[in-house]
């Protein structure tokens, strides 16, 4: 069986509350098994790659410039792209499924790919920024559901393994 993974999009800049949570979340996901996938580089995604690694797991980097250096220090397995924002593409179909927290334009890109990409999608709501504005909306009527809201990271895993039918 392959590995599952989880996206975790959202700001490079980022205050410390989301940061705390965005770390919980990496957590959240190494117990569950899954990989942390993100954009590899800091904020939200060093955070997130920080309790992941923390807590025992693994995490990928897709990295938007040429050099694995520019990986945040919690990357297992930076990916250079050198197509800049482009790699928002890849990080969003790369996970099963994407969990969204704060986030600007990038993270609505994101958001935006995974959403006509057919990929769950879990806001955490306290967060803000438009995963906060996004959740339980329809992007368009290309599906039936809604973009998911949490309220916590443990939740927000929660409902990545209810709704891809995890065990």
Not at 23 to 33: D, M, N, P, Q, V
């Amino acid at each position: 069986m392959p590995s599952r993974t989880i996206s975790v999009i959202g700001g490079s800049d980022s205050n410390s509350s989301n940061l705390e949570l965005a770390e919980r979340l990496g957590a959240e996901i190494a117990k569950s098994g899954a990989i942390l996938v993100c954009g590899g580089l800091g904020g939200i995604m060093e955070a997130a790659c920080k309790g992941a690694k923390l807590a025992g797991g693994q995490t990928l980097g897709i990295i938007p410039s040429d050099t694995k250096e520019h990986a945040n220090e919690f990357v297992d397995i930076a990916i250079p792209t050198g197509i800049g924002y482009a790699r928002n593409f890849l990080v969003a179909k790369a996970g099963d499924a994407v969990i969204a927290l704060d986030g600007s334009a990038g993270t609505l890109s994101e958001i935006a790919i995974a959403w006509f990409s057919n990929k769950p999608i879990v806001s955490l709501v306290p967060t803000g920024g438009w995963a906060a504005r996004l959740a339980g909306e329809k992007l368009d009527e290309r599906r039936d559901d809604a973009i998911h809201s949490a309220s916590s990271p443990e939740e927000a895993v929660k409902i990545v393994f209810q709704v891809m039918n995890w065990k």
